[in-house]
Structures are given as C-alpha cells and as structure tokens.
C-alpha cells in the first residue's frame, strides 16, 4: 500500500496521466470487498426459504423476520461505519470491515446444521449478518476521495451497483451450491429433504470463507490510502442539521430502501404469493437487474448533467411498475408479476445510481462523505421494514397488495420531493 501524498484528482493532468490508474485499482477492490459483503448481508433472504425444508419449523412471520433482521442491524451499523474511514483510514476499515464478515458466514454455516437450534440462536445470527450492511456506508467514503468530481457519478455507480450484485449473486450461488456433496461432507454432511434428496445446506453460508480472506489480503497488499481531512464524529454528525440531508435521504430511502427491501422478502413473497413456483429459481433476478443497472444511473446522471431529471422520471417508472406487480398479483399471473417486479427493481437501480450522483452538486466536497455514509444508512432500514411490511400484509389481509400501496404512496410523494426541491423551474438545487 502506498500512503498518497500529493492527491490532487481535480488536476487535470495529474488526473489522466496518473490518478485514474490507482483510482481504478481501488475501485476493483472495493468492488469485490462489497459484493462479498452484501453476499453475507442478504444470507437469511435465500437460506430463511430452505429452513423448514430440512426440519426446521417456524412461521411465515418468523421466516420474514429472520430475513429482514439484517437490515435492521446493517443499518444501523452503517451509522458506525461511515465514520471510520475519516478515523481510522479507508484501507484499515475496509479490512475490519471485511474480517468481521467471517463470523456470520461461520457461524450460520454450523447452525443451520441442526433443526433444534433455538430460533434466538438464529435471530442472533442474523442480526450478525448485518456487519455485511455496514460497509457500503464505509465503502463510499473510502473510495469518494479517489475521484475527481465528474467521475463520482459513475464510480460511486460502478461500486455500489457492482457491489449490490452480491445480493443477486448469493440467491444465485446458494441454491447451486447446496446441492454440492464434496464441500458438505468436509463441513458437516447432508440434511434429507422431504421428498428424500439430500442436500448440504450449510455450503450457502461456508462457501463465502475464502472468498473473504482473499478480499482481505487483496485489501492488505494492494489498497492505497489517499489524504484525508481528517473530521470528529460530532464534525460529521453537524450535516444532520442540513434540509437537504433529510432531503436527499428521502429519496434515497425511496430507491435503494426499496432495492434492498425487495430482495430481502423477493424469495419468500413469491413462495407465499405463488406456491407453485420455484422461488430460488427467479428470485436472484430482482437484484441481478437492479444492482446491474445502478452503475447505468450514475452514468446516464453525468452525460444529462442532472442525477434529479433521472431521478424524476425513475420514480414516475416505479409508480407504473408497482401498480403492474398489484394488477397481475390479483390476476396471479405469475410472469406478468415477475416482470413488473424486475421493472421495479430496474428502476430502483438506476435511481440508486442517480441520487447518489446528486449529494456532491448539493453540498460541500467535506460534507459529501459523511452525507453519503448516512442516507446509505437510513435507506437500508427498508431491508427490515420492506419484509415485515409485507409479512405484516400477508397475515392482516391474507395478500401483498396492502403492502404494495403502501409503497406507491412512499413514492408519489417521493416524485413531488424530487420535482419540488430539483427539478421545477426556480427550485433550489439544479443537481
């Protein structure tokens, strides 16, 4: 690791002929740390689907919790982590950050093994998943300095959205990897399905341990550490009185509150709403196609000049895509419902990318990091309340369609937010 002395990203030529080739080297680190993290954060979304199949025997609501407690911890998390970087440094906290995502990825590949452990045990083990959550608030203020600030659109899009594919890629890799007989019998052997198929559950959560000690010495050797002005927590913590903080984390709730949310409760809503289907067959796609979009929001964001135009219209797609989910929900047509949802997601994506693109025309370069750190952390409470909102549905109404309106509200309101403060004639910000 090089300690950077003279970083100077907004120079020109210091930009091209230098900056962009060990900002990029950092970029693809960071990138594969937080895929491995939001790998060990959304865990419980795909493994809460095969508890009951290998012997375990809780309620849909328990199922739910134990795939929306994550958020809540990861969250919360992220109100920590956003602070580190300016504290510690950015390489020293991402390789905190990144160890600690063996304990989870440990401890539930052992617990999963045996359908007498308590459901605290599995509660426990959930919440520490969270530590999975954390770093994207620590990520964003540990890549920001890299860049100069044309560029921040698209970096931030490229890490976050790549970074948001861990989502997908564990409900993907999970379900294949179960099925694995050489890794489970190194880890503890088979559990027996209902219909007598022999599976090895625990590989969805060992299979994520090497992974993790490669992001770390990839971290250890080859991350640079750029100057930093170096800011108390209660220096940070004073852009809480910013408007436009609150602001920004409205809409930030609204797009990756939603992303993160729905792929939290995706497999166990389409288990519930349609259980003819597959549900770890489809349910990797929603966050497949909203974290590969994000990276399109910050870039189409800089080529427009304007993260609040994206912004304005994404919403307008969200409020159609969420009527389509209710309108074929009610026609149980399942396909139709998936694509809805995949519009959905696509549109929560691209809106990730260009809100995050807003926050440094809004605010000054020092507040940026802190401001970034904090909306990512108030947004990722929709991975809690987004699941137990529609668990709450389902066992109020018997249906998802409460929940769904529920968030079509969220989101009108969410369009005037956008229109009001950046995008109308006269408004505040032109971001």
Known sequence: MAKLIN????????????????????????????????????????????????????????????????????????????????????????LITTAVLLIPAIGIGFAVQNPETPYSMM?????????????????????????????KGTANGINVGIGNLGVSVVQFVAPLVIGVGFIGALTGGAQIMPDGTEV??????????????????????????????????????????????????WLYIMCFGSFIGFAAAFPLLIRSEFPEVSAVTFAFLGPFVGASVRPLGGWISDKVNSGAKVTFWVIVSMIIATSGVIFFLHNQNFYGFLI????????????????????????????????????????????????????????TTGTADLALYIFIVYYVISLWVCWNWYTRKNCEYKC
């Open 123 to 151: 509660l426990l083990l959930a919440a520490l998943c969270g530590l999975g959550g954390g770093n994207l608030a620590s990520s964003t203020a540990t890549l920001n300095p890299f860049f100069p600030k044309k560029s």
């Open 200 to 249: 090895y559950i625990q590989n969805a959560a060992f299979i994520w341990v090497i992974p993790i000690i490669i992001a770390f010495f990839l971290t250890l050797f080859f991350m640079d550490e750029p100057p930093v002005v170096k800011q108390s927590i209660g220096a940070q913590l004073s852009v809480l009185k910013l408007k436009h903080t609150w602001i920004m984390a």
């Open 340 to 395: 809805m949802f995949l519009i959905l997601f696509a549109g929560t994506g691209i809106a990730n990318g260009s809100t995050f693109r807003m926050v440094p025309f809004i605010f000054e370069e020092k507040a940026v990091a802190p401001i970034l750190g904090l909306i990512a952390a108030f947004a990722a409470y929709g991975a809690f309340f987004i699941p137990k909102i529609f668990g709450w549905s389902i066992d």
């Open 7 to 94: 970083w100077t990203p907004e120079n020109e030529h210091f930009w091209e002929n230098e900056g962009k080739k060990i900002a990029n080297k950092n970029l693809r680190i960071s990138v594969f740390a937080l895929i491995l993290a939001f790998c060990v954060w959304q865990l419980w979304s795909v493994t809460a689907v095969r508890l009951n199949d290998v012997g375990f025997q809780f309620t849909k609501g328990e199922l739910f919790t134990l795939a929306a407690l994550p958020g809540l911890t990861g969250a919360t998390l992220r109100l920590v982590y956003t602070f580190l970087p300016s504290i510690l440094g950015g390489k020293r906290t991402t």
